[in-house]
């Protein structure tokens, strides 16, 4: 079954303490991509990456870090997490940006809270 | 950077309603998606539009697209209650990028 699979699906940590949440991909998708979902703001993405050792910075992507070192998987990390950072991440692949036949396959979602 | 902007914010319609949301965004695109988002969960993929079509449906969608206006249109028909959830354009440009959403409530 075609599926982005994020872990975990919930998280609670303290301020400051270093977080990685993972995304795994089984479709052989060039793009990958974290996006935070707030109320009121919608989607927003954090950082994309177009291939493997191919990444680039969203529209939000102050204090998170992402690496591309296999295609399949894209985690996302948190060196040192603030309450700002408490939100909805969903993590999404496609075979391209989503120009052309692209569309975005999305993970359940990981809801993370920093106190 | 927000492209998309849904309206109405949101829509409370009884089953068997059509539904309607529209999607106006700011920059050339190469195609606009449709999102479907049940109550935290991932988003689904519903249809895709590319720049240069105007129409196209799927089951009991129907989505338009005007590039002259920069907008597009979402309708549901006959609506169920089981269609409630948050609804969501995406305009393709270089990234995917959405927008704040329509929260759609079905009443049975």
Redesign the interface.
């Known amino acids: 079954e075609a599926q982005?699979t994020q872990n975990p699906r919930y998280l609670i940590t303290v301020t400051g303490k270093k977080l990685t949440v993972t995304c795994s991909q089984n479709m052989n998708h060039e793009y990958m991509?974290w996006?935070r979902q707030d109320p009121?703001?919608?989607?927003r993405?954090i950082y994309?990456s177009m291939n493997v050792e191919v990444t680039d910075k969203?529209?939000v992507p102050e204090g998170y870090k992402v690496s591309r070192k296999e295609k399949r998987n894209f985690p996302l990390i948190l060196e040192s997490p603030s309450p700002n950072q408490t939100s909805?991440y969903?993590c999404?692949s496609?075979f391209s940006?989503?120009?052309?036949q692209?569309?975005?396959?999305?993970?359940?979602?990981t809801?993370l809270t920093v106190v | 950077s927000q492209q998309g902007e849904e309206d109405p914010q949101a829509l409370s319609i009884q089953e068997g309603e059509n539904a309607t949301m529209n999607c106006s965004y700011k920059t050339s695109i190469n195609n606009l998606q449709w999102y479907r988002q049940n109550s935290g969960r991932g988003l689904v993929h519903l249809i895709l539009i590319r720049s240069n079509e105007r129409e196209k449906h799927s089951g009991r969608l129907r989505v338009t697209l005007d590039t002259s206006k920069k907008s597009s249109s979402l309708l549901i028909t006959a609506s169920r209650a089981a269609d409630t959830a948050s609804y969501f354009c995406a305009t393709d440009t270089d990234k995917l990028i959405f927008g704040t959403g329509t929260r759609l409530q079905v009443f049975p």
């Open positions: 982005v991509s996006y009121g703001l919608g989607l993405q994309y969203g529209d909805l969903f999404a496609s940006r989503g120009s052309g692209g569309k975005a396959f999305f993970g359940q979602g809801r």
